[in-house]
């Protein structure tokens, strides 16, 4: 690998790191050209870059250009290795990814199983990656409401990971997956103790100042939000959101997350101007990190707006529409 190459790799890794997607996506964007040129078309390297571009294109919001990326990726590896390779399957597993944030269930479901298929084929069904893609079927279901094809699934994932022993995160993980599912359709004590054991095993391994942790702190919150214990509820919401605030600092997108849920909770306790100030907040990140044209952006507005108009303020809602647009 040349030096320009290696210096790339090590800017957008700490790009990526502080949540600077928009300024990664140039560079990589670049280092996808300079593998390209340095290896060829055809070459697996060239189509493991890709699979990063596509990736980053993704989490910024420019989902045509993932697409392009996952397919560019996606063929040259059907041409390389062959269609039933582990790796093709990672990279059509990535494409479905994409759909699914599309909305485009149908090519998402497709994907995924496809990935699944052939996981089992290849590397059989108590391996990791065949896990892995269970879980991501599992939530595409979820997504679509289907809880009844999404639980097995999840079900089977956490089995086969239970088994090998080996991966706690990847375990705890399963669990969070689960009770997704079980949240759904009001199965709120299984749920919470899915969730509790989660929250164990990320503290053990990982320690309580991991990001990690803070996901299980939230998805433990939204549970008790659901049930309407904000006793509960928002001791972990601040804890999440001061775990996020040192681990990426107010500018990461994980951060924005978990503000917003904090938001969102004070709005279902009619706390509206509490609400207000994570909602602004949170739109406000959202702007600056990937610009006014990004979904997450355009639906904080939206959050905000109906804040608005919950509590009777139309000029505000109709100006901050207004202001969005322009």
């Known amino acids: 690998m040349n030096r320009e190459l290696e210096t790339l790799q090590t800017q957008i890794a700490d790009l990526n790191q502080q949540g ?18 340095e290896y060829g078309n055809d070459h697996t390297a060239y189509a493991v870059i890709l699979n990063d ?3 980053l294109y993704r989490a910024i919001g420019e989902y045509a250009e ?11 590896l059907a041409k390389s290795l ?17 759909y699914r944030l599309l909305g485009n269930y149908s090519k998402a479901e497709s994907l995924f199983s496809e990935a699944v298929s052939i996981y089992a084929k290849t590397l059989g069904r108590e391996h990791f990656l065949y896990a892995s ?6 939530l595409l279901y979820q997504d679509m409401g289907n809880y009844e094809k999404a639980e097995p699934l999840h079900r089977e994932a956490l089995d086969i990971i239970r ?19 079980y949240r759904a359709t009001g199965r709120y004590e299984e749920a919470e103790s899915l969730l509790k054991e ?15 942790y803070a996901s299980g702190l939230n998805n433990l919150a939204s549970l008790y939000s659901v049930t309407s214990d904000y006793a509960k509820a928002e001791p972990l919401y601040l804890q999440a959101l001061d775990i996020c605030g040192k681990a990426f600092g107010i500018e990461h997108p994980d951060y924005a997350s978990a503000a917003s849920n904090l938001g969102l909770m004070y709005e279902n306790m009619a706390h509206y101007q509490e609400a207000e100030k994570y909602y602004l907040q949170v739109m406000e990140i959202y702007r600056r990190i990937f610009g006014e ?13 109906k804040l608005y108009e919950k509590r009777g303020d139309h000029d505000k809602a109709r100006d901050i529409r207004t202001k969005a647009k322009g």
């Open 66 to 76: 993932s697409e392009s990326a996952f397919i560019k990726a996606m063929d040259i």
């Open 82 to 98: 062959g269609k039933d390779h582990p790796d093709y399957a990672t990279t059509i597993n990535n494409l479905a990814g994409t």
């Open 163 to 181: 088994r090998m022993g080996e991966n706690d995160i990847a375990y705890a993980t399963s669990l969070n997956n689960l009770a997704g599912p």
């Open 53 to 55: 571009l596509g990736g």
């Open 293 to 305: 044209t990004h979904p997450n952006y355009v639906h904080s507005v939206d959050v905000l707006a």
């Open 133 to 138: 893609g269970l879980n991501n079927l599992g």
């Open 20 to 37: 600077r997607y928009k300024e990664a996506a140039p560079l990589l964007k670049q280092a996808a050209e300079l593998t390209r040129i």
């Open 198 to 212: 989660a929250l164990e095993v990320y503290a053990r391994v990982l320690g309580r100042e991991h990001p990690l």
